[in-house]
Structures are given as C-alpha cells and as structure tokens.
C-alpha cells in the first residue's frame, strides 16, 4: 500500500479489504497516478456501496459511500485537470441517473478507465 | 406591494390539511418584508384556508368534524345532474366540499414583524382540500415596510440559475429535485456565495450564480441523503423524497447531485474553488458519519457537538463565503475574514436550528432531532442541569414513545437550556459581524450582516 492510500484511508475501515484494493490496482495498471487511481477506485467502491442500481444501502454504508465520494472529488481537486473532473462526474450523474430511472448502470469501470485516460 | 404571487400547492387526498407556513416564511424573506402584512386568498370554491397547531391527531379531528357537519352523502342539490344545468362532462360531485368550504375562510391576512410571520407558538397556516387531490393556487400578497437590504436581484438570479440547471436534468432526478428545491429553504448558503461574489476584480453575476447554485444543489444533496439516513417523513412542509420516492432513489437522486455540482464547480475552471468545496464536501461527509456513531452515546457532550457541527454545518457555510471571494479574485486577508465569518455563523446557524427542533411553530413535528437522536445543544445542556438532567437521561435511556418525548421537550424548556443556546448563538454571530469590521466590503456589508443576524432567533 502506497503511503497516498494509506492517508487516504481514515474512517474507511475494511474497503481496502473488500473491493477498493483491487480497484486501485486495477486503475493503476490503466494508466493512472496513484492518486487518481484512487479516486476512480474510491468512485466504483462508492457506487457498489451504495447499492445504486440495487437494493438500497443501510445507512451506515450510504455515509461512507458518500465519503468515498467527497474523498474521491477531493483527490481528483487537488490532483486532476478539468477534463478529467468533468469525466468522473459525468460517469456518476449517469449511474445515478440511470439507478433512478430503473436502467441498467452504465460500465462504471470502463467509463472511468477512459476518464483516466482523458 | 408586493403582488402577483401564487402558492403551487398540490394535495394528495380528498381532504388534506396543507402546511403553507414554511413557504410564507419563504416569500417573506425572499421579498425582504420586515413589518407589515401577508394577504393570502384561495383561488377555489373547494379550498378553504385556516390557521390552527400541526398536530396530527388534532388535524384529524378537524377532518372529522367537517364531515361531522357537513356529511358526504348529502344529499345536495349541486350534484343532481338531472336537475342542474350548464354542468361540464366532467363536473365533480362535490356539493360537500362547497359546504364545507364556507366553514373554513376563504382569505386570511397574517402580520408580520421583524422580517418574521407573527404566528403564536401552537400555530400553522394551512390551506384545507376539500375536494382532492387537486393542483391548487393561493394568491399571495406582501405589503408593509420592506428592507432595503432584501437582495431581491441576486435572490431572482439563484433562483433562475437553479430553475435551468434542473430543466437540464432527466426527470427520474430532476422531479424529485425540483420539488425539494421548490418547496423553499432559507438559501443562506447561495446566497453568502453571491454576496462575497461581488468583492473581487473578476465579479462575474452569471458565473456566481452557476457557483450558488452549485453550492444549494450540495446543500440539498445532502438533506435527500441525511433524511434517508434519519428516517424523517418530511422535510420543508412536505414528504422527504425517501419516504415519497423510496430509499434507492433518494440515493441516486442525492448522488446525482453530488455529482451535478462538483461538475458545475469544476467547470468554472478555478482551482482554488474547486478545492474549497471539494474539502468543505469530505468535512460534511466525514462529520455525517461521526454524527451518526456519537448516537450510541447519546446525547454526547460539547466538545463532540462543536466537532461534528463544525463539518456537519459550518463547514459549508464558510466555503461558501471562501469560494465567492476567490471566485472573485478578492485579496487572500479578505477571504480569510469572510471564511472565519462563515464558519462562526455556521455553528450560531446550527445552534439555532437545535433550538427549533423544540419550537412547536418550525413545520416539523415537535422534538424530531431528539426522536432521531441527532445531537443537540440544547438537550446536553439541559442533561447537565441538576434538576432535569436526570429525568431526561433516564427517559432517552428507554425507547422514547410519544408521551415521553414530549415530557423531554418541556424538561428541556423548563431547564434553561434554550436560553443558553440561545445566547451563545448571539455571541458567535456577533464574533462573526466583527470579522467584517475593517474589511473593505464594496456595498455588501449589511446584506452579510442581515444575514448573519437572521440566523439567531429565527423560529424555523
């Protein structure tokens, strides 16, 4: 675990166990700087969290989805260019869009793989 | 005179008991009105008006008083359509409403002072269906002494900005959204990014909105997301998008928006903006989930209360005030003042809204944050209090029905509590007026300090 990722954890307890490590490392090996692989991971472990386009998360795990998500735009803040933030926001308004709709989601992972690349 | 006014109402059940006080306070403050009167008048013969306490049960015996006295099956010659004349196709049966109606007013007129509806602690405004559910209108007028100060311009511009960034949006989230956004709230926090906007070389209206609204779409984000989580029934007079819509989509409504408005605010291609909010967004979340474990320990102390307010609350306050100013190129010493202004009147704000939760007149029902066991100043004041303390922690100590929630409520008045809230609010809100002293604030020193001073006292 990098020293970003570590830091980054606080109050996130057992997601690096559960799905976020792998993500990281999934976004790492597509092109992206650690911190911007953590926030696409942190984006798609929020997603799953939160349970959109399914059941509906408890409330314990719909705050920290909301804070994978605070914490991932911060990142993406102090880290990212515009283009880049606009992909990652736009990869969330249509999976929420479509969650509200009763559509299946888009590809998280693909969309964000691309918005790194961006 | 302010004229022309319509309250969009829309009822739900044939006979239905609407709050509107919320949204009178609204068009009182968004009209600046500080002393005079609110004309309200129903524009149907099946749609009374009253004033009288939001309490359910009592609600119900009004119903049923009504029905008491005017019953439904009549008969009435109104509905006779073989002796009638004139009538439409669709003509409702509904003689018993019209009769009903004429038991109820049919216009009301509410004073106001000091910038406030002046309404008794038991009582609500309400437009009565008589005949739903329906779409309803109630024209609305404001007349009296209005503040110079009202940033009705500005106020105009948010509300236009967030009109068209919820067009734009697909309807599963925007409706939702848009109902929320519609029924009201207070917009302090736009409208801090719009007054702190104007101080800086690059003050820029159409992009300050665009900030504002970004700002209030975070805000009410937030509310669709905390309402889910605290299992409240309404929010602003009305059914919280949880309980109206289901939880699933009140996450992917609240997530949208998240969303929506880092976007917005990113697009506007300011770093430091971006960052501000961005951080003032991970302290709201990250206190969101210390509020809701501190609940195991209720009702905590001050120490946790001040912390999680701090995120909860101030937090966005002051990166409203923060983002305004960079947006607008102000000089780094006057955004720090505006960003220590902001968080000082976030915790007065937040302190405040813990007093109305006691308050019978709020539009919410009586003692919703001690039912919820959302931390509350007044309620671990009143825990320290030798005479109450006791008493109260014994009764949160058990599942608090109804009776004994609202034997806590008056323990906590009789305690002395509010008062002590009441008063370190004042002191925080003064503390944050002082931080403007000496600022060059170009014109919009006494909008901010109106502001800051509408905060304490308020009684919704």
């Known amino acids: ?118 | 005179m302010n004229s022309g006014q319509r309250l969009q109402l829309t009822s739900k059940r044939p006979t239905e008991f609407i709050d509107v006080t919320p949204q009178l306070r609204e068009a009182v403050a968004e009209a600046g009105l500080r002393t005079g009167r609110i004309h309200l008048q129903s524009l149907h013969t099946t749609l009374g008006l009253a004033v009288n306490e939001n309490e359910p049960l009592l609600l119900a015996d009004l119903e049923a008083m009504l029905k008491r006295l005017v019953p439904g099956d009549g008969p009435f010659l109104h509905d006779d359509f073989t002796v009638r004349t004139g009538i439409r196709e669709d003509e409702p049966v509904n003689g018993h409403a019209h009769c009903r109606t004429v038991l109820l007013q049919p216009a009301l007129t509410i004073l106001v002072e000091d910038g406030r509806p002046v309404l008794g602690r038991w009582q609500s405004v309400f437009a009565v269906e008589l005949d739903g559910p329906r779409a309803r209108e109630v024209a609305l007028q404001l007349e009296g002494d209005f503040s110079s100060a009202a940033p009705t311009g500005i106020r105009r511009l948010l509300e236009l900005e967030l009109e068209r960034q919820l067009l734009a949006d697909p309807e599963p989230v925007s409706l939702p959204m848009g109902r929320l956004v519609a029924a009201g709230g207070k917009r302090v926090r736009p409208l801090l990014v719009l007054l702190t906007a104007q101080l800086g070389p690059k003050s820029d209206p159409l992009r300050s909105a665009t900030l504002a609204a970004a700002v209030e779409l975070i805000h009410t984000a937030t509310l669709v997301h905390d309402d889910y989580v605290d299992e409240s029934p309404r929010r602003r007079g009305a059914a919280t998008v949880a309980a109206e819509e289901g939880p699933e989509r009140a996450i992917a409504v609240g997530d949208f928006y998240f969303a929506k408005a880092t976007r917005l605010i990113a697009e506007l291609d300011e770093p430091a903006v971006t960052r501000t909010i961005a951080a003032a967004l991970e302290a709201i979340c990250r206190s969101q989930i210390d509020d809701v474990e501190l609940r195991g320990g209720y009702p905590g102390d001050e120490d946790s209360y001040l912390r999680v307010v701090r995120g909860k609350t101030a937090a966005l306050m002051a990166a409203a005030c923060t983002a305004g100013a960079q947006l607008a190129g102000a000089p780094a010493e006057k955004i720090e003042r505006l960003r220590r202004y902001g968080e000082l009147m976030g915790v007065a704000f937040q302190m405040a809204d813990d007093v109305v939760d006691f308050s019978e007149s709020s539009g919410k029902p009586l003692g919703q944050d001690v039912r919820e066991r959302v931390l509350s100043l007044p309620l671990i004041y009143a825990t320290e209090d030798s005479a109450s303390g006791p008493e109260i922690r014994r009764l949160l100590a058990g599942p608090l029905p109804d009776e004994d929630l609202k034997k806590v409520v008056e323990l906590v008045a009789v305690s002395g509590a509010l008062e002590r809230v009441n008063g370190e609010a004042r002191d925080l809100v003064e503390a944050a007026v002082r931080e403007l002293d000496g600022a060059d604030l170009d014109g919009v020193r006494d909008e901010l300090v109106e502001i800051a001073q509408a905060v304490v006292g308020r009684d919704a």
Request: charged fraction near 20%; proline fraction near 5%.
């Open chain 1, 1 to 118: 675990m990098t020293r970003i990722v570590e830091t980054e954890l606080e109050a996130l307890d057992g997601l690096w166990e559960s799905g976020l490590g792998e993500a990281y490392g999934a976004y790492l090996a597509g092109g992206g700087r650690p911190e911007t692989a953590l926030a696409a991971a942190l984006v798609e472990v929020a997603v799953r969290l939160q349970g959109l386009g399914g059941a509906a998360a408890s409330p314990p795990d719909l705050l920290r989805g909301d804070l994978c998500l605070a914490r991932a735009s911060r990142l993406l803040a102090q880290n990212a260019g515009l283009t880049q933030q606009v992909a990652f926001a736009r990869t969330i308004e249509d999976a929420a869009a479509a969650a509200a709709a009763g559509r299946p989601l888009p590809p998280v992972r693909e969309r964000l793989l691309e918005a790194l690349a961006a």
